[in-house]
């Protein structure tokens, strides 16, 4: 059996050619296809990449924020922190986990809370539609620092869950959420040193009610307190612009 060439044609050179051509243009469509469904699928997890990389650097950031504000240097000799109010922003903005590790570090376990003495007089429960409104003006102006559970922020914001002076005579936190406090304060064992500055925009009733709100909740069992107690203590101290120390208020 011998191969015979078909006459008149050349050699086979041009058809392999030909197929040679064919097959490069298939392995370059094929790879342009290739290309472009790569580049459809990478769009969208790449913009989540992009996202996922700036909560992250958010979050070291304010963890470096953090870490920065509670160092050995800003601690009085009691252990607490001397944190400005403007960097107060700095540390709610931070995760409370890493708030935690970096105390947890820093200082030892606050010793557990005694309880809050109880009031000499009846215990009057304060209605639900008070405790409700009061809930409400907590949410807006004290959650950010005294936490939605009320304990705090220790060394930096105290707690007012089982804190005397938040049972006690309504008159001193009246003073203070109106002009704000600032001073050594001891807190169920832990010293504060920092400030809290005046709550603005709130009404006699919204002081009233957000006392009377944190007077029934997180363990604490103090009576209700009135517009006109707020009222009262509000025009005796009118004028007043500077912050309350503690040291004037009695407060150690
Ligand atoms: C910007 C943060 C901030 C806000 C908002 C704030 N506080 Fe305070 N609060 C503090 C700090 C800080 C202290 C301690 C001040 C010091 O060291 O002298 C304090 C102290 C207190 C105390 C006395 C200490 C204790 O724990 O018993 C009470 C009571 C209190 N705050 C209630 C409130 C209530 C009620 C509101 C809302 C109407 C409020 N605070 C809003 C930061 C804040």
Same mark, same amino acid.
């Given at each position: 059996?011998?191969?015979?060439? @078909?006459?008149? @044609?050349?050699? /086979?050179? +041009?058809?392999?050619?030909? @197929? ?25 997890? &790449? ?20 870490? *920065?504000? /509670? ?6 000799? &009691? ?10 922003? *700095? ?18 376990? +606050?010793? +557990? ?20 409104? #009061? ?12 936490? =939605? !559970?009320?304990? #705090?922020?220790?060394?930096? $914001? +105290? ?16 003073? $203070? ?11 169920? #064992? ?7 500055? =005046?709550?603005?925009?709130? !009404?006699?009733? &919204?002081? *009233? ?18 517009? &006109?107690?707020?009222? *009262?203590?509000?025009?005796? !101290? ?6 309350? !120390?503690?040291?004037? /208020? #009695?407060?150690?």
């Amino acid at each position: 059996m011998s191969e015979q060439p @078909s006459p008149g @044609s050349r050699p /086979l050179l +041009p058809g392999q050619i030909a @197929s040679w051509l064919r097959l490069v243009c298939l392995i370059a469509a094929a790879l342009i296809v290739t290309a472009y469904a790569y580049l459809a699928v990478r769009q969208a997890p &790449d913009e989540d990449a992009l996202r996922r990389k700036a909560q992250k650097d958010l979050r070291a950031e304010n963890a470096k924020k953090a870490q *920065a504000l /509670l160092t050995e240097p800003a601690r009085n000799a &009691d252990g607490s922190y001397r944190i400005p109010v403007k960097d107060a922003t *700095a540390l709610i903005a931070a995760d409370n986990k890493v708030i935690a590790k970096i105390q947890a570090a820093a200082a030892p376990a +606050p010793a +557990p809370a005694p309880a809050a003495p109880a009031a000499a007089e009846a215990f009057v429960k304060a209605s639900d539609d008070q405790m409700k409104r #009061g809930a409400a003006v907590y949410a807006r102006t004290c959650i950010a620092c005294h936490q =939605p !559970t009320g304990m #705090g922020l220790p060394p930096v $914001f +105290p707690p007012i869950a089982n804190a005397p002076i938040v049972v006690g005579n309504p008159e001193l936190p009246i003073k $203070f959420i109106l002009q704000g406090l600032m001073g050594p304060i001891t807190v169920n #064992g832990t010293t504060y040193n920092s400030m809290m500055p =005046p709550v603005a925009g709130v !009404t006699d009733a &919204d002081v *009233a009610d957000v006392l009377t709100y944190v007077r029934q909740s997180f363990g604490n069992q103090g009576n209700p307190v009135s517009a &006109d107690q707020v009222k *009262a203590v509000r025009a005796a !101290t009118a004028g007043r612009t500077a912050m309350w !120390t503690t040291a004037e /208020l #009695g407060l150690k």
